[in-house]
């Protein structure tokens, strides 16, 4: 029995692959941010509860996540969104990709018509 390829670190990664994801969509509760330093600069990684690896947030998802809950990643977790493995165009062709999306918040109870008034 020889060693195999997935004996080594090869491929092995703490983060999200889009390929992972194709076909796939799931909601889930951001737990925390992490800043992570890759070769051409910081950018945040999600820790999403349940999941080992952690999401590395492109330029595209970073704004659908700072449009809904502000620029600021650290105010980010406590919400939930939903991952969706997708297609997309990068450099001229179609690849794997996660995209980010927010659910719609439940609207707030609006008083109902019926209720008596109150005078002042």
Not at 11 to 31: L, N, P, V
Not at 35 to 50: A, H, W
Not at 65 to 88: C, E, M, Q, Y
Request: proline share 6%.
């Amino acid at each position: 029995m020889g060693t195999k390829r997935e004996d080594y670190c090869y491929g092995q990664s703490s983060f999200m692959k889009a390929e992972d994801w194709a076909g796939r969509s799931q909601s889930f509760y951001i737990e925390a941010v992490d800043d992570v330093e890759f070769e051409k600069g910081l950018k945040p990684v999600l820790k999403l509860r349940g999941q080992e690896k952690g999401l590395v947030v492109n330029a595209t998802n970073f704004d659908v996540l700072a449009d809904a809950f502000g620029s600021n990643p650290g105010k980010w977790p406590d919400h939930t969104i939903v991952l969706r493995g997708t297609k997309t165009r990068f450099k001229g062709r179609m690849v794997d990709s996660i995209q980010v999306s927010v659910p719609k918040q439940q609207p707030k109870q609006q008083p109902s018509d019926d209720l008596e008034e109150i005078p002042y």
